[in-house]
């Protein structure tokens, strides 16, 4: 594991979503270094309404809901299956997708990332007790969605998650085992980068200002 970095949910950025009809909290992200190009993002949004998505062209998107009764999203016409919390769903970010809201406002999560550099994937993981995960990726982001959430590596402690804390993990092996405890029971969410998400000639930015959603 060459580096371990923490974001706390108290320092994550709010930016305006897109199409002007909401924000969006910024949880890690990475652009090029010498453009503004977006590799990937981590962020959480706040749906007040039903209503449509923010068109990315030439990336995809895996979204989850994290608080409310759930959604279903109509991508190009086609709809998808109910999405309760913690049930991630992967799309196309240029569609026409819009999102039905089953019961009132709700919190999402989302993944968006440049498909033609970036290959990703993003499961969720019940801590009920030391729960071992296995990665082959190159960089590795363990979000916690209760109240506290240990990581160690080899047996040697990482981090202490809290309340929406996010680690980030760049690998320097085939294989990243983590084990994770939570305290109580916590859902974590486990989201897998490869290609050029951990090279070294892109940097991770903060808030930058580009739109959100």
Known sequence: MTGARVHR????????????????????????????????RLSIADVPSAGPFSAFPGYRRII????????????????????????????????????????????????????????????????????PVVSSAQKVLVFNTGEGVAVTVAGTMVAELGHHDCLELDADRERLALELTGVPVSVCAVVELSGTCGAPSFQTRWASGTPGR
């Open 9 to 40: 949910a108290a320092g994550y950025g709010r930016m305006p979503w897109k199409n002007g009809a909401g924000s969006t909290l910024e949880v890690a992200r990475v652009d090029a270094a010498t453009s503004r190009e977006m590799l990937w």
């Open 64 to 131: 989850s809901v994290l608080e409310g009764d759930g959604m279903v999203l109509t991508v190009d016409g086609v709809r998808s299956r109910v999405l309760k919390p913690f049930d991630a769903f992967s799309f196309d970010g240029a569609a026409n997708t819009r999102c039905e809201l089953l019961g009132g406002a709700i919190r999402d999560f989302n993944l968006i990332y440049a498909s033609y550099r970036v290959a990703a994937r993003m499961r969720w993981v019940t801590v009920a007790q030391p729960e």
